[in-house]
């Protein structure tokens, strides 16, 4: 994930992989280069009957790719529809994909020759992997709540942690801001950053906020909102609203503050992410100049600097019971600090092939981490040396969350929001906006989070580069 100090720069979209791209043709690749050895060898009457036989054998290839490709849309189009429509496995009255292209595999095929037959079955395995993963939805998602107002995207999420229905959002545009989730109002916007801001945290018990930025700094303000804040009243300047919803509430006012608590430094480039440690007396921040900081809340002074990576951090997370830390990195790693003892340890988690975008700690004992080589992998403390469960995606994946009760949330750069369990196992796909319509993120869906408690009946929020932030009721089918 790149975190630019201009509010302008987003995140470098990646170009989007055509799973559907036809294969090297098995003409072309066996038989082109037996043509010319058999041009030099045979008669002419045999080379031209040859010649027939290998167009022949061409053509019903090309019939199987095309039947192949459209049973790989059925599938995506049927997927969708039980996917948004919610309907019961037991219901849905699906065809046996598998079957279906046996058949049509076994009856094209009766004729061909062995390379062929091999060709095809390949085939017929990809379009057995999806099958195998088609499944009805486990969970029941809607949209609840849109929040509008940030004039970039933004970078992040975070709920409030002493059971206020608030939520924070750190922004492109400079400013992070709290928010009421029932009605969706801006309470109060935070201006004291003269960069991105790229990450905002709530203190446990107290009403500060901590974030970082593009600045090379991250800072801790006062989260005092006033709930009375009457309509149209403006304290120092109003929230611009973007084009969307500007006809909605354009003579909706937010309170401004400036001034941080304290400022907190000890980095020579953009902060990605800063976090409460432990007992909120010490955060630590992560940033592009590949350190980890450990700093005191009180003095605001810099305890210990942790070096290690090899390349920029793209985040940092804490343990919420112990003091552990983990701080991912674009170097493909993610490294698990430890503060229990006066000398901190560390160890190094490799599994990823490209860019760590979010590790987090779940309630249990284990780590989850997402990475732009499109993965997600679950991994046991008790053993680092490989995970315990893979989820493999279709994009690279940002800052993800896990719940309570272990549901992960992974957020993407193609849009989608798809809910893993700690297994592996598919949950749902969350929907999103397309040129047919209906709802969801139409840009990069860059941050996820999880509300402990249902907020005005919504336990997850996400944001994204469409400016949005949306609320969502997450549920099990069998609590319907």
């Not at 390949?122 to 709540?145: D, E, G, R, W």
């Not at 400079?174 to 991105?196: E, K, M, N, P």
């Not at 995606?393 to 940002?398: G, Q």
Request: net charge neutral; proline share 2%; glycine share 6%.
């Amino acid at each position: 994930m790149s975190i630019n100090q201009t509010p302008s720069a987003g995140k470098s979209f990646k170009g989007k992989r055509n799973s559907m791209a036809r294969p090297q043709s098995a003409v072309d690749e066996v038989y082109g280069s037996l043509r010319s050895d058999l041009d030099d060898s045979l008669n002419p009457a045999y080379r031209i009957r040859l010649h027939n036989l290998f167009r022949q054998i061409e053509r019903e290839f090309e019939i199987l790719y095309q039947e192949n490709q459209s049973l790989h849309e059925k599938v995506e189009l049927l997927n969708e529809k039980v996917e948004r429509e919610g309907y019961d496995k037991q219901n849905f009255d699906c065809v046996d994909f598998d079957n279906n292209i046996a058949k049509v595999l076994s009856k094209k095929l009766s004729t061909s020759s062995t390379q062929k037959l091999k060709t095809a079955y390949k085939l017929k395995a990809q379009t057995s992997k999806i099958v195998s993963s088609f499944k009805a939805p486990h969970l029941n998602c809607s949209i609840v709540k849109e929040y509008l107002g940030h004039k970039d995207g933004i970078w992040e999420v975070s709920v409030a942690r002493l059971g206020q229905p608030i939520i924070g959002t750190a922004s492109a545009d400079h400013s992070a801001c709290i928010w009421s989730v029932d009605s969706g109002r801006c309470l109060l916007q935070y201006h004291g950053h003269s960069g991105s801001v790229n990450s905002v945290r709530f203190h446990p018990v107290k009403d500060l906020v901590l974030t970082s930025s593009g600045d090379c700094s991250a800072h801790i303000w006062q989260a005092v909102v006033n709930w009375d804040l009457p309509k149209g009243h403006s304290s120092e300047e109003e929230l611009e609203l973007g084009e969307d919803c500007e006809d909605q509430r354009a003579d909706t006012k937010a309170a401004t503050l400036r001034t941080p608590v304290c400022e907190l430094g000890g980095h020579m480039n953009a902060i990605s992410a800063a976090e409460w440690l432990t007992g909120a007396d010490q955060v630590i921040t992560a940033g592009w100049d590949r350190l980890a900081v450990l700093h005191d809340v009180e003095s605001g002074s810099t305890i210990t600097t942790l070096t290690g990576h090899d390349l920029e951090l793209t985040n940092t997370a804490t343990h919420p019971t112990q003091r552990l830390a983990v701080t991912s990195s674009r170097d493909s790693t993610f490294r698990l600090w430890d503060f229990r003892e006066s000398v901190q340890s560390v160890s190094v988690f490799q599994g990823h092939s490209e860019s760590v975008t979010s590790a987090v700690f779940t309630h249990e004992d284990k780590v989850v981490s997402g990475s732009d080589d499109r993965t997600v992998k679950v991994w046991d403390l008790r053993n680092m040396r490989s995970p315990v469960a893979t989820v493999r995606a279709d994009s690279a994946i940002n800052r993800l969350s896990v719940s309570t009760n272990g549901v992960i949330a992974i957020p993407h750069d193609n849009r989608h929001i798809r809910l893993f369990d700690l297994n592996g196992q598919r949950l749902a796909r969350l929907p999103r906006s397309s040129r047919q319509g209906g709802q969801g993120h139409n840009r990069m869906v860059s941050c996820v989070a999880w509300s402990n408690d249902h907020l005005n009946n919504i336990n997850l929020f996400t944001c994204g580069f469409d400016r949005r932030v949306l609320g969502w009721s997450v549920q099990s089918l069998k609590d319907l």
